[in-house]
């Protein structure tokens, strides 16, 4: 089975109150030199069928209409190889 | 990219400017060049835009709004004398007693909640606490009026899941009790939901904090979080045409919150308050920084001189004009003498929060902004601040009003139930319809307990919280409106909305001492919209001084609409009342068999408007209820005697849906059924679903019974012994019977059912 | 000598004021403590109350966690000081790996607001012994990741050693397993607890005031001690 992942994040001008909490956790643990962080989300979707454009262009309108809240986020969709 | 310093205003007079892309009118532009005597820089453009918005400014209202103030109660009314703080402030605030004072104020954020509903509804709570806490006071409770599109409606299932969650996930994580509201769908608010948010805060007396720069030397302090680009989607066309051709930077017009940073704002400055480090404060909201300097400086009595390049960024490319107008969320800005300013650092730093000198108050009369030394912004701050413009806004009585009106919901308009079985299934069908259904799946995802000091919530007609452990003073909130009932008469409409929350805060036992508005309205150009405005606001003065409440703020939501239909007109009154001793405080549920149901008030054949026309017939025509406020007014007072001398166990206020929702509500909540009859001479129909006004229905111990009829004789109260507190089914004698299970299946799961 | 219980404050804590009401109503003195704080202050017992510490952001918990002053609780509660984290503090105890298991979001996916019936499973430990095995109660329950999970193997661990504290009645209010709502430690000196019996201490403001038992179990167990 194929698999196809999908990262939302915040937009990069959107403020990430998790993404700073846990930027302002990490020198108190002795965690220095991390300038940013930013959180996001995963999701792995395991296709039933082979990964072809028509496939990614659904995957695409189901990230952009729902996965995403595009107002505040973006999404990349990526294949993920055998073997990774 | 040149920056548009005052200098470079004044050597290049007739540079294009965007200020019609701002919202400006060609007027109002050509007045700010007569106040500056030269053509504004972009910021200066920015900031008089942005604060002369109709947001801002209350320019179409204002002319309407001056009457709160000129028909105010006169001294030697309970609520004229505890007002301490009027209309003009963060939030009016009132003298309770033993030392203490509270403060509130509800508030819209409608459009941006239609955007974002998770967010808009989410910082739409975190700025009402905002301004509560910039008046001294802690947040002890928030409650939140909504409307929503009809429940089926694709447009309410998109939105109304994301604002609830938004709401509790705000609130909740602030540790704030949301203890009341409402939730009314009505097809009229498709594309248009109104997200109203009320916050309670208690101070003592001598902590109250005021919006002002005063004492030349004294310094400017912003802290709380760091100013990113958010909010100023508008602006950034500005921006972009001032400074870089190539096009916009992509700026977001949604603000994203961050409670756990405003929890931490809130004790950060409470501790400030408490070691008296501040001379004036005021939180941002809308228009920022923009806002917080100029009217801080406006209502001072210097001038202020702000570094501009001193704010922390989440953002290092936003411009000056960016950083004026940005509306990122949980921030505040201080005025702190130089002595106390190194304290007030580390009271900041102790709770993580960034705290930033940006400027000082001067002894000048200008709002002067520099940004890397070079001067960007040099005003007179009541300029931007107070004196913008002010619109009187033709309106006229809508053609439409006299033809609404006359379509009355009489017997032979629409068909009544003809016999008791009629009856109890058009009492299913109220109690089962979404605006009377309970609102449970809702109002449980919101924290009631925390603070520990909740006495009343919903779904209670009024939220009560205790503000002392050990003397039990207590206060209560309701809030009301009803859109419908405002449509066919809007100056009744509003006086409805006022007498329905008196008459919740008296039903738990607290006296009603101050009211602040909310009033959500369509577009101030639409001379219909402005009729039902000005007449909506006259009611409201003019019931407000009959019922010696003072309305001590709100705020006003125009342009509410979706293409040329506006929403019903829809003022949301908020009510807060006083009780010495909660534990005298009135709950609505029936609880002890035996007990006897009185019915205070008259009943007419009053339907129009009414939760039965809506339901039953998708009906609106008619006029609304009669107001008589003399008699809310006695009610209230009976009430609150009767709750504090121990004579009533229960009351619930009749409303929408009339007596036959009260009591099945009554019925429900206390577990306990009621056997009732109809009183001579009163249509059963009539009994059960009118809404006249001025009602409410108590459950009077059979031990108090002669004292409290002897009370409500001797006041000239109408009252009527309608039945006794007893079994499992609503018994309405020669009529029907209906079990509490029955009830209780068609009155819950109805929400969830219509979203899932 | 008056018991002393302190009660922490993590940024983002919510019922600290009101854990420190019921310490107070069952008869002990609340002692405030501070996050950044090691010192102890020469309590008897602590409590980890509810809320939002740092927002529940990355892990409810998982930041506070790493505070000073937990640092001092860890090592004290090997020690046999009793520690009682409701909610929130539930959170913490299990990121702090003082308790098994962890917290995830409700099945409902909704934060619940709730009055929850309980049943006291085990009523020897140190926040217990006020209440009889068996004896059901109610308390307020709210919370967003309330779902308490483990593995197999520690959940059939729990039970056989008896260290399941109380269960939910009638209903599972957020998916728990095993309709778990507290557990506790083999020593039965930590407890965690999801539902809040800080707010069931006053006819006034709770449903009942069944939950003041936690609090006058500490008493008794430190009296005794």
Redesign the interface.
């Known amino acids: 089975m194929a698999r196809v992942v999908v990262d939302v994040m915040?937009?990069p001008?959107?403020?990430?109150?998790?993404g700073?909490?846990?930027q302002?956790?990490l020198p108190?643990?002795g965690f220095d030199g991390i300038a940013d962080v930013r959180?996001g989300k995963r999701f792995e979707l395991e296709l039933e069928g082979p990964v072809d454009d028509a496939a990614l262009a659904r995957i695409r309108e189901a990230a952009e209409t729902f996965l995403a809240?595009t107002?505040?986020e973006d999404f990349t969709v990526r294949i993920e190889e055998d073997g990774k | 990219m040149t920056l548009d310093t005052v200098k470079n205003a004044e050597q290049t007079p007739d540079s294009a400017q965007p200020w019609a892309e701002l919202g400006l009118k060609e007027d109002e532009y050509t007045r700010i060049r007569e106040i500056l005597g030269r053509r504004p820089t972009g910021a200066e453009l920015a900031m008089y835009s942005v604060m002369w918005s109709e947001h801002c400014s209350y320019k179409s209202s204002k002319v309407h709004l001056k009457q709160f103030g000129e028909k105010k109660p006169s001294a030697g009314t309970a609520g004229a004398d505890a007002m301490l703080v009027g209309i003009g402030e963060n939030a009016g605030v009132v003298d309770v007693g033993q030392g203490y004072a509270v403060t509130f104020k509800v508030e819209s954020h409608n459009h941006p909640s239609y955007i974002e509903p998770y967010q808009g509804a989410a910082t739409g709570i975190g700025g009402i606490v905002r301004d509560i806490l910039a008046m001294g006071a802690r947040p002890v409770a928030v409650m939140d009026p909504l409307r929503f599109g009809a429940a089926d409606h694709p447009d309410t299932r998109r939105v109304l899941p994301g604002i609830v969650a938004g709401i509790g996930g705000y609130g909740n994580c602030l540790g704030l009790p949301n203890i009341g509201g409402e939730v009314v769908f009505d097809p009229c608010y498709q594309g248009n939901p109104l997200v109203n948010a009320l916050c309670v805060g208690v101070m003592k007396h001598e902590d109250i904090h005021l919006a002002q720069a005063s004492g030349a030397g004294n310094k400017v302090i912003l802290y709380g979080a760091r100013t990113g680009g958010d909010g100023i989607g508008g602006v950034s066309v500005l921006a972009s045409e001032t400074f870089d051709a190539t096009g916009p930077a992509k700026r977001p017009a949604v603000q994203v919150g961050d409670p756990f940073q405003e929890k931490l704002l809130i004790e950060c400055t409470l501790e400030i308050f408490a070691e008296k480090l501040v001379k004036g404060i005021q939180d941002l909201g809308g228009a920022g920084l923009s806002c917080a300097t100029s009217e801080l400086a406006s209502a001072g009595s210097g001038g202020m001189r702000i570094e501009l390049d001193t704010v922390p960024l989440r953002d290092n490319t936003l411009s000056p004009e960016e950083i004026l107008m940005s509306e990122s969320q949980e921030r505040m800005c201080a005025i702190v003498e130089p002595g106390k300013v190194d304290r007030f650092l580390e009271i900041c730093e102790k709770w993580d929060v960034i705290a930033t000198v940006i400027g000082e108050v001067t002894d000048g009369e200008r709002l002067e902004i520099f940004w890397h030394g070079e001067l960007v912004v040099d005003v007179p701050p009541r300029t931007v601040a107070h004196e913008g413009p002010t619109y009187q806004r033709p309106y006229a009585r809508p053609s439409w009003q006299d033809a609404l009106q006359a379509d009355a919901p009489s017997a032979s308009r629409l068909a009544r139930p003809a016999d008791g079985d009629a009856l109890k299934a058009d009492l299913l069908k109220v109690v089962g319809s979404p605006n009377q259904a309970s609102k449970a799946w809702i109002t449980d995802q919101y924290d009631r307990y925390v603070l520990g000091n909740t006495v009343l919530s919903s779904p209670e007609d009024s939220g009560m919280i205790r503000i002392d452990e050990e003397t039990n003073l207590g206060v209560s909130v309701a809030t009301d409106g009803n859109g419908r009932y405002t449509k066919l008469d809007p100056y009744t409409g509003a006086q409805l909305a006022l007498a329905e929350a008196y008459r919740n805060v008296a039903a738990g036992g607290a006296k009603p001492l101050a009211v602040s508005d909310c009033l959500n309205f369509g577009s101030p150009e639409d001379p219909d919209v402005m009729w039902q405005f000005a007449e909506a606001t006259r009611g409201l003065a003019d019931a407000c001084l009959v019922l010696g409440t003072p309305v001590t703020g709100g705020n006003v939501s125009l342009y509410n609409q979706t293409g040329e239909t506006a929403i019903h007109p829809t003022p949301v009154v908020a009510v807060l009342g006083v009780i010495d001793d909660v534990t005298r405080r009135t709950p609505i549920g029936f609880a002890e068999p035996g007990q006897l149901i009185y019915l205070l008030g008259d009943t007419t054949d009053e339907l129009g408007g009414s939760a039965w026309s809506q339901v039953v017939h998708d009906h609106l025509g008619g006029l609304p209820p009669k107001v008589d406020l003399e008699r809310e007014r006695l009610l209230g007072e009976i009430l609150i005697a009767a709750s504090r001398d121990g004579m009533i166990d229960a009351a619930h206020d009749l409303s929408d849906g009339g007596l036959g929702m009260a009591l099945v509500e009554s019925c429900l909540k206390g577990g306990v059924g009621a056997r009732v009859v109809v009183p001579e001479g009163l249509d059963p129909f009539v009994f059960l679903f009118s809404e006249s006004a001025g009602r409410a229905v108590v459950a009077v111990p059979r031990s108090e019974e002669v004292r409290f009829n002897d009370m409500c004789g001797a006041r000239g109260l109408p009252v009527a012994r309608i039945g006794v507190v007893d079994g499992e089914s609503l018994d309405v004698q020669g009529q029907f019977s209906v079990s509490l299970a029955e009830l209780k299946d068609a009155h819950t799961g109805v929400i969830e059912a219509l979203l899932a | 000598m008056t018991t002393r219980v302190g009660v922490v404050t993590f940024p983002g804590s919510l019922d600290d004021r009101d854990a420190q009401r019921a310490v107070r109503l069952a008869g002990a003195e609340p002692v405030a403590l501070w996050h950044r704080d090691k010192d102890l202050h020469q309590i008897d017992a602590v409590v980890l109350p509810g809320g939002f510490s740092y927002g529940d952001y990355l892990r409810c918990g998982a930041i506070s966690r790493f505070s000073p002053v937990m640092e001092t609780i860890i090592e004290q509660a090997k020690l046999g000081m009793p520690v009682l984290g409701i909610c929130n503090g539930f959170q913490v105890l299990c990121e702090s790996h003082l308790l098994p298991g962890a917290l995830t979001r409700n099945d409902s996916l909704h934060f619940i607001c709730r009055d929850q019936k309980l049943r006291i499973e085990n009523a020897e430990t140190a926040w217990t012994r006020d209440y009889s095995a068996g004896q059901e109660i109610v308390v307020p329950l709210k919370n967003g990741e309330g779902r308490f999970v483990a593995d197999q193997h520690v959940l059939d661990e729990l039970e056989a050693e008896g260290r399941v504290v109380a269960r939910y009645v009638d209903l599972n209010p957020n998916g728990s397993y095993r309709d778990i709502a507290g557990i506790t430690n083999a020593a039965g000196n930590v407890v965690g607890l999801m539902p809040h019996p800080e707010h069931a201490v006053e006819p006034l403001t709770g449903p009942t005031t069944e939950g003041l038992g936690f609090f006058t179990s500490v008493l008794k167990q430190l009296v005794n001690a």
Do not use: F, G, W, Y
Request: charged share 25%; net charge positive; glycine share 0%.
């Open positions: 915040l937009k001008e959107i403020l990430d109150p998790q700073q909490a846990v302002r956790a108190r643990l959180q809240n107002v505040i």
